[in-house]
């Protein structure tokens, strides 16, 4: 029970952070978005323009980099999931109803820890797949 709560409180804290990380990450790109056409159109200095720009593709750049809405949904969905689990657990019901119900539960959370890993371990490589050469294998 207290390797099941130590986990949840990880991706509970997890996901609220990956949240926080990317709606700010998107504020600022809708706010920095909407500066580019009237930096344009003001009396600046092309650079100016073209740095407001170049900020906005290097963000664009962070938010794929570290994946945040991405590890967002995947936290949430491991801390729900172990939550559903201990509340079966604790009230004794469907896989929880019977003398082995501890086994169960660590079983069951085991798998959810193994399924989360799985999970974030296939957005990581789908992310950095390169194009492979001629004559190379992907």
Known sequence: MARLDDQFGWYDR????????????????LAIGAAVPVVAGLDYPPYV???VSAVLVVSE???????W????VLYRRAAEALKREKYLYLAGV????????????ATRIEL??????????????????????PGEQA
């Not at 750049?61 to 994946?67: A, E, K, R």
């Open 112 to 133: 959810i820890f193994l399924d989360e890993h799985a999970k974030w371990t296939e957005t990581r490589d789908a992310g950095s797949k390169t194009r492979a050469l």
């Open 14 to 29: 997890k996901a609220v952070r990956a949240q926080r990380a990317f709606r700010i990450l998107k504020l600022a790109q």
């Open 49 to 51: 323009t073209a740095t």
């Open 61 to 67: 750049g962070v938010q794929q980099l570290y994946q």
């Open 69 to 72: 809405q991405t590890n967002r």
């Open 94 to 105: 469907g896989e929880y109803a019977g003398p082995d119900a501890a086994q169960r539960l």
